[in-house]
C-alpha cells in the first residue's frame, strides 16, 4: 500500500523555520518525482518543489525559491522540505505527493501537516 506520512508542522513567527517531512511506504521515492503542494484557507492547491528522481534536482515555485528548500533521503524513503524565512503568505496545510511540477491535482498525497504564520 502507497502511503505518505506529513510531519513537522507549527506555529512559527514572520522569519523563522521549519523543517516538514513524509514518510513513504508502499515504493521507493527515489524512482519517483516527489513534491510539496500547500493549500491556504479559501485558497487552491498551490505547487511548492519538487525533486526528480534519480539525479535528484529540484524546481521550486517563484513565491518560495531562495526560502525552501526540497531534499530527500533514499535510505528513509523520506522526503523533506526545509522552509525558512517564513512569511504570512506561507501558513497553510503543506502535503507530501507523488506527483510532477506544478501538478495541483496530485492523485497520490498524504493527510498534510499545518503550518502556521504568525507573530
Known amino acids: 500500500e502507497v502511503q505518505l506520512v506529513e510531519s513537522g508542522g507549527g506555529l512559527v513567527q514572520p522569519g523563522g523555520s521549519l523543517s516538514l517531512s513524509c514518510a513513504a511506504s508502499?515504493?521507493?521515492?527515489?524512482?519517483?518525482?516527489m513534491s510539496w503542494v500547500r493549500q491556504a484557507p479559501g485558497k487552491e492547491l498551490e505547487w511548492v518543489s519538487s525533486?526528480?528522481?534519480?539525479?535528484?534536482?529540484?524546481y521550486s515555485a517563484d513565491s518560495v525559491r531562495g526560502r525552501f528548500t526540497i531534499s530527500r533521503d533514499n535510505a528513509r524513503n523520506t522526503v523533506y522540505l526545509q522552509m525558512n524565512g517564513l512569511k504570512s503568505e506561507d501558513a497553510a496545510q503543506y502535503y507530501c505527493?507523488?506527483?510532477?511540477?506544478?501538478?495541483?491535482?496530485?492523485?497520490?498525497r498524504g493527510q498534510g501537516t499545518q503550518v502556521a504564520v504568525s507573530s
Open positions: 525533486i526528480m528522481p534519480g539525479n535528484g534536482r529540484t
Open positions: 505527493a507523488r506527483a510532477p511540477p506544478r501538478d495541483t491535482a496530485p492523485t497520490t
Open positions: 508502499g515504493f521507493n521515492i527515489s524512482l519517483y518525482w
